[in-house]
């Protein structure tokens, strides 16, 4: 009915995903800046941060099973990385790092940001590369999981805080790039 769409779609503009939405205004996917990606990346990287943080302190061995699963998972997509599977595991991961934290003022703070940079990263118009660019880059940011993963099993929450800060700003960096 009219009444759900209506509160999802205010709830989406209420997050600055969607713009307009005033009465009797339609609403759209914003168009972002520059200074717009900086700053999504820059929210991203402190919750991101914080909850690497979070789940070197507190993973379950459920949660460290469920990562080491969906990087396995991401591993055998690489070859083919147009493969949008490749992209649902990345954002996977990046949930399911949101629920190892255990923080629940987090989580959903945590994934609202993963779809939005979802989107910017994979959707949002930019040049095309070459595949094997894209191999490359996609062998990368699992090498980046794999380590943050290994940081976490080893309880180094210093150090899944910088990993997660460090990536975050890896790709911030990409993006712009290819803006």
């Known amino acids: 009915s009219r009444v759900p769409v209506r509160e999802s779609l205010a709830k989406l ?20 800046s520059p200074d717009d990606v900086r700053h999504l990346y820059e929210y991203r990287e402190v919750l991101e941060g914080v909850s690497a943080r979070a789940a070197a302190q507190v993973a379950t061995a459920t949660d460290i099973a469920r990562l080491e699963i969906i990087c396995q998972q991401a591993a055998s997509e690489i070859p083919d990385c147009h493969d949008k599977r490749w992209q ?20 959903p703070q945590l994934r609202m940001l993963v ?14 590369t070459d595949s094997q660019h894209s ?3 996609l062998d990368r940011v699992q090498g980046d999981h794999l380590a943050l993963l290994e ?3 080893s309880r180094d929450a210093e ?5 997660a800060r460090t990536d975050m700003r890896k790709s911030a960096e ?3 790039h290819l803006m």
């Open 135 to 137: 191999a490359e880059h």
């Open 88 to 107: 649902e595991l990345d954002q996977h991961f990046h949930f399911a790092l949101a629920e190892a934290s255990h923080n629940r003022r987090i989580i």
């Open 159 to 163: 150090g899944a805080e910088n990993r």
């Open 151 to 153: 940081l976490i099993k």
């Open 13 to 32: 503009v209420g997050q600055g995903i969607l713009i307009g939405g005033g009465k009797g205004e339609s609403v759209r996917i914003r168009d972002y």
């Open 174 to 176: 990409k993006v712009l």
């Open 115 to 128: 779809t939005e940079c979802r989107y910017v990263f994979f959707v949002f118009p930019h040049p095309s």
